[in-house]
C-alpha cells in the first residue's frame, strides 16, 4: 500500500533518487518499468497512483485494443477538465501493442491527458517505438533478492496466515526457489497453505515442494533473455571458461532452447573463436550436430555439451574471422577488380588467343611445388589479409607461411 511496505529497487526509491523525488513532490510523468516478473512493476504503480492522489486505470495490453484505451482517455480527458484530477494509466506487457497502437498515445502524452505507465519484461529499446520511448522514462527493476522475498513472504503469513506459520528451512528453500519472482513466491505459499489445512500450524519444507513441483526456470526464446544467455555462453567459451560454459549451456536446455540452435551456434564458435588454431574443432562440432539429430533428446544433448567443453579448452585464434572481415572491407573499397590475365580460365581458341592464361605457372612443375607468382590483381598484389596466430595449430601454420615467403623471395 505505501512504499514503506514495498520490498525491492532500493536503487530506484531511495529518498534522493529522482524517482522517489519525483513520487514526493507529485511529479510524476509517463515513465516504463522494465524488468524480470514478479518484481513490483504493478505494485509500485499503484503505490503511486494512491501517493500522488491520481485516479488509477490498469489495463493489460493482451485483453485490450485500441478502442478500449481511448475510452480511457476521452474518461481521463473529462475528469481532468471539470474535476482537476489526473488519470494514470497503467498498461501491462506494453510491448503487446504493435507500434502503430503505441502512436496513439503520443497526443495525449504531449497535452497532459494522461500519464501513462508502461510495464513490460521485454527490452524497451528493441519492443517501443522510439517516437513514445522519447516521452517516457525508463526505470530498470532488478529481480528481487532472497532477502526480499523472505521479508514478503513473511509478512504474508504473519498477516493471510490464519496464524500459522512458515519453518524457517521452508521459507529458506522457497525465498531461493522463487528465483527473485515474488508472484511465483506468493502464488506457492498460498496453494502450500491450502495443502497443509488449518490445523496444521507451521508449514514445513515437505509442504513448499509439494506446492513448487517444479520451478520453471526464466526463460524467453524469442526475448531479450535468449540473446543474453546465448552471449553469455559464446563469451564464456571465447574466455576458456569451461565451468561456465556448460552451466549456460545447461540453462538454455532446461529452459526449453532447441538443441539443434545451440549447436549451430556453437559450430559457429568453432570457425569465429578457434579457426585454424585448432582444426579438429570444427568437425568435432559438426559430429556433436549429426550425433544430437542421431540420438535425440536426451542422450544427444551430452554430444553438443562435449564440443562446449573442447571448444572452452582448445586454443583461440580469431585471425580467420578478422581476415573475413578485412577481405570484405576490401572488395567493398576496391570494387570488383579484374581477375589478372595469367590464372584465368582459357576453354577456347579465342580466349588463348586473347591472352587468357598466358604466363600461369603450374605449381607441380616447380621445386617444393611453388612457383611464386601473384594471384591477387595488381591494385592489391601485395595485400596481407591472413596472419596465422602463435596459437596451437596456427603455430605451425605461421612457421609455413614463414617458409612460402622465403621460397617467393627466391623464386622472384
Known amino acids: 500500500r505505501s512504499l514503506e511496505e514495498f520490498s525491492g529497487q532500493e536503487h530506484l526509491l531511495a529518498k534522493e533518487s529522482g524517482l522517489r523525488k519525483a513520487i514526493d513532490n507529485d511529479a510524476v510523468t509517463s515513465m516504463i518499468f522494465w524488468g524480470p516478473p514478479g518484481t513490483g512493476k504493478t505494485t509500485l504503480a499503484n503505490i503511486i497512483a494512491n501517493m500522488t492522489g491520481c485516479r488509477f486505470i490498469s489495463m493489460s495490453a493482451v485483453s485490450v485494443g485500441i478502442k478500449d ?12 477538465k471539470y474535476k482537476g484530477r489526473k488519470t494514470i494509466l497503467f498498461l501491462d506487457e506494453i510491448h503487446r501493442f504493435n507500434k502503430a497502437q503505441q502512436d496513439a498515445f503520443l497526443p495525449h ?30 526505470f530498470v527493476l532488478k529481480a528481487l533478492t532472497t532477502e526480499d522475498i523472505r521479508n514478503i513472504l513473511k509478512r504474508a503469513v504473519e498477516k493471510n496466515g490464519g496464524g500459522r506459520k512458515i519453518a524457517d528451512d521452508a521459507l529458506e528453500f522457497l525465498a531461493l526457489m522463487s528465483n527473485g519472482d515474488a508472484r511465483f513466491a506468493l502464488n506457492t505459499i498460498e496453494f502450500a497453505l491450502r495443502l497443509s489445512g488449518s490445523s496444521e500450524k507451521e508449514i514445513d519444507k515437505n509442504t513448499i515442494e509439494e506446492a513448487i513441483q517444479k520451478k520453471a526456470i526464466m526463460y524467453d526464446r524469442n526475448g531479450e533473455e535468449h540473446y543474453n544467455i546465448m552471449s553469455a555462453l559464446h563469451k564464456s567459451v571465447r574466455g576458456s571458461d569451461p565451468q561456465a560454459a556448460l552451466y549456460w549451456f545447461y540453462r538454455m536446455i532446461e529452459g526449453g532452447e532447441d538443441p539443434l540452435y545451440i549447436a549451430r551456434r556453437v559450430i559457429r564458435m568453432a570457425s569465429e573463436d578457434i579457426g585454424l588454431a585448432d582444426p579438429s574443432a570444427l568437425t568435432l562440432c559438426m559430429s556433436a550436430k549429426e550425433a544430437y539429430v ?19 579448452l582448445a586454443p583461440k585464434s580469431n585471425r580467420l574471422y578478422t581476415a573475413s572481415h578485412s577481405v570484405q572491407d576490401e572488395i567493398r573499397k576496391s570494387g570488383p577488380l579484374p581477375v589478372p590475365m595469367h590464372i584465368r580460365n582459357a576453354p577456347t581458341k579465342l580466349m588463348k588467343e586473347l591472352g587468357y592464361s598466358d604466363g600461369y605457372k603450374y605449381d607441380h612443375d616447380y621445386k617444393n611445388g611453388y612457383s611464386g607468382q601473384d594471384h591477387l590483381p595488381n591494385e592489391i598484389a601485395k595485400a596481407v589479409y591472413y596472419t596465422p596466430s602463435q596459437y596451437g595449430y596456427e603455430n605451425e601454420l605461421l612457421k609455413r607461411v614463414e617458409y612460402l615467403k622465403k621460397l617467393k623471395s627466391a623464386a622472384s
Open 109 to 138: 502524452l504531449e497535452n497532459g491527458t494522461i500519464i501513462l505507465i508502461g510495464a513490460t519484461t521485454e527490452n524497451p529499446s528493441f519492443e517501443i517505438n522510439a517516437a513514445l520511448l522519447s516521452r517516457m522514462r525508463v
Open 294 to 312: 542421431m540420438l535425440g533428446k536426451p542422450e544427444g544433448i551430452l554430444a553438443i555439451a562435449e564440443a562446449v567443453v573442447y571448444l572452452s
Open 69 to 80: 484505451v481511448k475510452a480511457v482517455i476521452e474518461e481521463a480527458r473529462e475528469r481532468l
